[in-house]
């Protein structure tokens, strides 16, 4: 593939997967991105690298891909990248019919796990609250990133190694495409018109001002997420893996393979109506500086308001406290964040709505965990027109 002048709209953590995968072939890469610095949903999440929530075959593929690429990252760039893997714990009967059937459905998906009794459990994670607990399914494929750390030293990164041009504060407000050389056209908000052979297009904000047609036609849904973060734990305690609960159960595609996981969703229907109707299921993280991100929820579409509500952070920490035993649960911050997602459950959104411009959104939660590894399948495809 010949040397490509390549402007990549967005420098979230799609927009640089994409600017990295141009770089190492050698591409001339520039960046816009509307905002000072990292801002929206890339830096706003748990920092799970999450392939188990991935559905065999090509996606959960990608995820794997994704997760090697982001060893090499963390080691190219002085990242904290922790290979620290995830426990999925069962409280209940019900939770643990689920895991019990995903393991044995697992030898023949790919995902690579295994089921724990209580005691295993409780070694591999001195936070899983022993109150109850069945057991449960354990993944090492899963890593823990600080994702406010890592979005601007991956940008500062690629500009070192690669020589990418970073415009922050600068938004692409139209691209069009010139009939007699085919080559692509970006206005911006800084009066300039710069000249690119292919534009890919990774915001979901400026996919909307830029292709509102192409957008509408996506059926895209906006979901909003409230998420907390607790004080440093004490003494240097860890949790070990990430942790998620059996809510998390009726969340993840991966699970729509079990059977058992409709038992599981009608008991959380009935005994507990709210956790539906805000999309609560209930996870832990913890950062490199000691802290404890925990989460969320989720809401769509006509059901978002600018305004948080405290019976949700409420109903997080309810659900925690039941599966989790944190050293220090006091909060420090809490946040609430914006992404798009595919509403017919396709795991993202893409499109070329004029030659050589390429639409790449609507990754909804699973962005940080698929992003390397999409925008490598791209790359390789692009490469081979």
Known sequence: MERERVAIVGAGILGLAHAWSAAERGHQVTVFERCPRAWGASIRNFGMIWPIGQPAGEWHELALESRERWTVVGRLAGLWVNPCGSIHLAHRADEWAVLEEFATYSKQSGHACRLLNRAAVLDKTPAANGDNLLGGLFSPTELG????????????????????????????NRVSVNDSSGGVAIETSRGTDEKFDRVIVCGGTDCQSLFPDAIAAAKLRLCKLLMLKTARQPAGWHIGPHLASGLTLRHYRNFEACISLSALRQRIALESPQLDKYGVHVMAAQNDAGEVILGDSHEYGPDISPFDKAEIDELILHELKKIACLKDWSITERWHGFYVKCAEGAPIFQAEPLPRVHLCTGAGGGGMTLSFGIAEANWRRWSQQ
Not at 145 to 172: C, D, K, Q, Y
């Open 145 to 172: 990133i600080n994702p406010r750390a890592a979005l601007p030293r991956i940008a500062e990164w690629l500009r070192e190694a690669f020589s990418v041009r970073l415009n922050f504060g600068t938004a692409a």
